[in-house]
């Protein structure tokens, strides 16, 4: 694998490290590095962008011993470097345009934690483009409501609150419905899942990352 290639994986770690440096520094630092961290993610995406674009083709990589849509594996090529440099380009911008509002919606203990949500809301922005599976996917749409609920709830006033509510539910509405969109498309793209065979494949499998649910098949119920 080229050096390049592992550009989208260490830009979701990065995001994700920065989340759990801000939220223990004061407001000035907490604002630096979240900016920092979103400047180098740019850089390193444009790279990524220009190599996809050289290499033609996309390239896909698992992370585990198991392929999607059940394990975790990334995807990336052109379109997808281009999106992520988009969108941390325009997070890039917000931040600092609407720096000089913050000390009026926040109270100075609490900057760093805005940042905070910032980074992990850039983090799950990048995880939903380069995600090639379910379980990844839904994991940081989940992440991805928080944060922006948190962002939209910055100010405590009751039209905030009513937005954050209303996009709360609609979120939940969506994601279950990405469930079982993901499910149906499973069971018409794998019908041999109907299988027998491959249905113990898969419980066995299941069984190895999931030890408890075949303890309690043996020892039976608890009561």
């Known amino acids: 694998m080229l050096w390049w290639q592992n550009i989208p994986l260490f830009s979701i770690i990065l995001c ?22 979103l400047s180098t993610v740019l850089f390193f995406t444009v790279i990524l ?56 919606q926040l109270e100075e203990n609490k900057e760093n934690l805005y940042y905070t949500v910032c980074a992990l809301l850039e983090a799950a922005l990048l995880a939903q483009v380069y995600s090639n599976d379910l379980f990844t996917s839904y994991v940081f749409v989940e992440i991805m409501t928080i944060a922006a609920c948190t962002l939209i709830t910055i100010r405590t006033h009751g039209a905030q609150l009513v937005s954050a509510m209303r996009y709360m539910i609609l979120n939940l509405v969506g994601s279950g419905l990405f469930l079982l969109g993901g499910d149906g498309q499973r069971q018409a793209v794998d019908p041999g899942l109907a299988d027998g065979a491959v ?13 408890f649910r075949r303890r309690r098949e043996l020892v039976g119920p608890v009561r």
């Open 199 to 211: 249905q113990d494949e898969a419980h066995a499998r299941f069984d190895l990352v999931c030890p």
């Open 49 to 104: 962008t220009g190599m996809t674009r050289q290499a033609g083709t996309a390239t896909t990589f698992m992370m585990g011993h198991f392929p999607a849509p059940w394990g975790n594996e990334i995807r990336f090529g052109v379109l997808e470097a281009v999106t992520a440099a988009l969108f941390t380009l325009i997070m890039l911008f917000s931040l600092p345009g609407g720096g000089h509002r913050m000390a009026e």
């Open 16 to 37: 994700l490290l920065s989340a759990a440096v801000t939220s223990v520094l004061k407001r000035r630092a907490a604002r630096t590095v979240c900016l920092g961290t």
